[in-house]
């Protein structure tokens, strides 16, 4: 099989608002752009959006969201954006590589595209919640109602039931009733709206039922009918439903509006790092104030990176297309910071009030994340608190050697804490400080009693995992020992760099042993001191070279 | 809520079925996923791996940001075994 | 009213398409060309679409927009196909899938 291979300079993943203005921006500086989309028509959600946008003029407010679509898919066809619609990017590969599986005249072909940048713009989908028999037809969610009656023209049903009371279950409900049908209720388990007051009394206007405190215990219906009615009732503090209050409601279809998460398994496959945020929906990709995610040459905008709205995503949009065609050469840095500072501080406009101030801080909190996750070179760490606390079941805030006194001497720690098959520490110690017993697989303890500080436990632990502290060195300083089993080997009196456990650099230490015996089988302890403070993580060294 | 609630529609995989994984020691998506099928389906999880995870969370004491989502692997929407092997070049 | 929208306050009266006709469960029916099949058979009414493999339970259009696969159909002797996305053709032959469709599938 031959997959023809394409190369594309920028190729953007979805023609929603997101996608289309990052297309759009970029192919003004005259970057060549693949525009590639799932579905049969570009626009994304705003050929359902039939009602007028708020926002400012900027923003198109005012404005319908299917003309706002119309308008933005004639732009970028006149710009010569290359737009592949009905095709799908099936997965993003190593160097950028994406395969799409291109629709083009009914002919489904695999075609490899391998871009420079690519702007993953791929939006949100429906979250859901269950209860019984939630699976009959006629459950739906609200956008799936919400496309039948804006894009399709047909009305599922004659009486609707609205679960959710954020800005989509209240928009489709205005919408259900303009299309004819009857809202039964809107109910919400919180005990406020979840939308726009506006959006509300909209619909309270028209005599429509708010169900607040009130949850959904079931739907009735059949194999055959598929939803005949709903079964809601109230709940307590703890959001359970209260016995007695279940009211029944005669309804043919009940829509779920239960917020959107972002759509991100293809940012996911590039490598994209991600984080939890519940105000953005969930888990997202990080991202910097350009938009670009913690893999170069990759863009996240829109829905993808935090569920907001259609003009944020025109807005970020925007900011990906510029940076992208800077980066790629063809816009100079200052006009680009120009029109990017002037993006940015409408977008800050867009996030105010009580609604979008959770967004703005929510998008503060991921870019600082973004920072300080590619700070560190973005290196998955081996945390070893993590590690102990998983093995022991404890929390553990840090691993400290608090318990060793100042004035004490040389004492062992053996920092193993897994019940392994291993026992040659108990038997190194001539002194019977380390008990471990039957069956072997027993952690080892450490008795500081019996404990001598002679460190011949150290080289005889297979996990190099003793090592041996101490605090008494001077007043200001302590020493740990450690086996050390490479090439290069200090010297008594080098100056190293101390590190911890995941080499970190923590101080200068001085070497100030060295001991390479014969009974120790080619394991060096090595020994170090280091002020006071840094004697709980020192535990390993970094030579310069 | 039941035992019987469907969790997982695409795989018919019962609330019950959850819970008695994560009994039997499962405590990631992916651990759900590979015990119960769900979230093996036709539509990968996009229903219910947010259902599995709140599940998790409740059974475990766990934060959401510590119920991770499952891998993402290609391809992520269902494809036919006639595009993947077909020679048509244009 | 469920089914087609004749008047909308912002869409506008319902222009007259073009016509094609379909074949649900050997039964001829008229959709407008272009239309998705789920819309098509939902302005009949039809809101069953196939039925599940294990528990053998009704199901229709869930997200209705290619994501969910719920609202799955055997078209032109395809199964899976889904309906919320795939627009009609005419003479299109649309069946209820059981299961995947296979011998014994069938819910009696």
């Not at chain 1, 009211?247 to 917020?259: F, N, P, S, W, Y």
């Not at chain 1, 293809?266 to 984080?275: D, E, H, I, P, S």
């Not at chain 1, 490479?486 to 911890?500: C, Q």
């Amino acid at each position: 099989m031959v997959i023809i291979l394409i190369k594309m300079e920028m190729v953007v993943i979805g023609a929603g608002p997101a996608g289309l203005s990052s297309a759009i921006e970029a192919a003004k500086e005259g970057v060549e752009v693949l525009l590639v989309d799932e579905n049969l028509k570009a626009g994304g959600q705003l050929f359902k959006q039939i009602h007028k946008f708020f926002g400012s003029s900027d923003h198109r407010a005012g404005v319908r969201g299917i003309d706002i679509g119309k308008e933005l898919i004639n732009e970028s066809r006149k710009l010569g954006v290359n737009i592949w619609l009905n095709s799908i990017a099936i997965g993003i590969f190593d160097d950028k590589n994406i395969l799409i599986k291109q629709n083009k005249n009914g002919r489904e072909s695999l075609k490899r595209v391998q871009a420079d940048k690519i702007i993953i713009a791929t939006g949100a989908s429906e979250k859901v919640i269950n209860f019984t028999n939630w699976t009959l037809p006629g459950v739906m969610g609200a956008g799936a109602a919400q496309t039948m009656i804006n894009v399709h023209r047909v009305l599922p049903g004659d009486r609707f039931l609205m679960v959710g009371t954020g800005n989509v279950g209240l928009i489709v409900s205005y919408q259900l009733i303009q299309a004819g049908a009857k809202v039964v209720g809107l109910i919400d388990a919180a005990e406020e709206v979840g939308g726009y007051g506006v959006h509300a009394a909209k619909i309270a206007r028209k005599g429509v039922p708010f169900y607040l405190n009130h949850t959904i215990i079931k739907a009735d219906g059949n194999n055959k009918d598929g939803v005949t009615g709903a079964v809601i009732a109230e709940v307590d503090d703890n959001w359970q439903p209260i016995s007695g209050t279940e009211k029944e409601l005669k309804v043919d279809v009940i829509t779920l509006a239960a917020g959107l998460k972002p759509l991100s398994e293809l940012a996911n496959m590039a490598g994209c790092k991600r984080t939890y945020i519940s105000e953005l929906g969930g888990w997202v990709p990080l991202h910097n104030e350009n938009m670009e995610s913690t893999v170069s040459g990759v863009y996240v905008v829109g829905d993808v990176t935090g569920v907001e709205e259609a003009n944020t995503a025109l807005e970020e949009g925007r900011l990906a297309g510029i940076d992208a065609a800077e980066k790629l050469g063809r816009i100079a840095a200052k006009e680009s910071n120009n029109k990017k500072k002037n993006i940015t501080k409408r977008v800050k406009n867009l996030r105010l009030g009580p609604f979008g101030e959770n967004r703005l801080k929510a998008k503060e909190k991921l870019i600082k994340e973004y920072y300080e996750l590619t700070d560190k070179d973005c290196r998955e760490k081996y945390d070893p608190v993590k590690a102990m606390e998983h093995q022991s079941g404890e929390k553990i805030k840090r691993i400290s050697v608090d318990h060793i006194d100042k004035t004490q001497g040389p004492v062992a720690v053996i920092e193993c804490n897994q019940e392994i098959p291993c026992n040659p520490c108990e038997l190194a110690c001539k002194f019977g400080a380390i008990e471990i017993g039957e069956p072997i697989t027993n952690i080892p303890i450490l008795n500081e009693e019996k404990c001598t500080g002679c460190g011949l436990c150290l080289p005889q632990c297979p996990g190099l995992a003793i090592f041996l502290i101490d605090k008494s060195y001077s007043s200001d300083k302590s020493t740990v020992a450690f086996p050390y089993e490479y090439k290069h080997i200090p010297k008594k009196g080098d100056i190293v760099d101390a590190v911890d456990r995941q080499g970190n650099y923590l101080c200068k230490a001085e070497v100030v042993k060295v001991l390479q015996l014969e009974k120790f089988d080619k394991t060096p302890i090595v020994t170090i001191s280091v002020l006071d403070k840094y004697i709980d993580d020192a535990r390993n060294i970094k030579m310069s070279d | 809520m039941k035992d019987d609630v469907i969790v997982c529609r695409c795989e018919e995989v019962t609330l019950g079925e959850i819970k008695e994984a994560i009994e039997a020691g499962a405590r990631t998506v992916t651990d759900v996923k590979r015990r119960t099928r769900a979230g093996m389906g036709l539509c990968q999880g996009k229903s219910c791996e947010i259902i599995v995870q709140r599940q998790l969370c409740k059974q475990l004491n766990l934060s959401s940001e510590e119920a991770h989502p499952a891998r993402d692997r290609a391809p992520v929407r269902p494809i036919s075994f006639g595009v993947l092997g077909d020679e048509y070049n244009d | 009213m469920a089914g087609r929208i004749d008047r909308h306050p912002i869409l506008g009266k319902r222009k007259a398409k073009e016509e094609v006709e379909i074949i649900f469960n050997g039964k001829k029916i008229k959709a407008e060309k272009g239309e998705m099949i789920a819309a098509a058979l939902q302005a009949k009414g039809i809101r069953i679409h196939r039925f599940t493999i294990k528990n053998k339970e009704p199901r229709g259009v869930f997200c209705g927009i290619g994501q969910c696969t719920d609202c799955a159909m055997e078209v032109n002797g395809q199964p899976n196909v889904r309906t919320c996305v795939t627009p009609v053709e005419e003479g299109m032959v649309i069946n209820t899938q059981y299961g995947l469709n296979r011998d014994g599938d069938n819910i009696d």
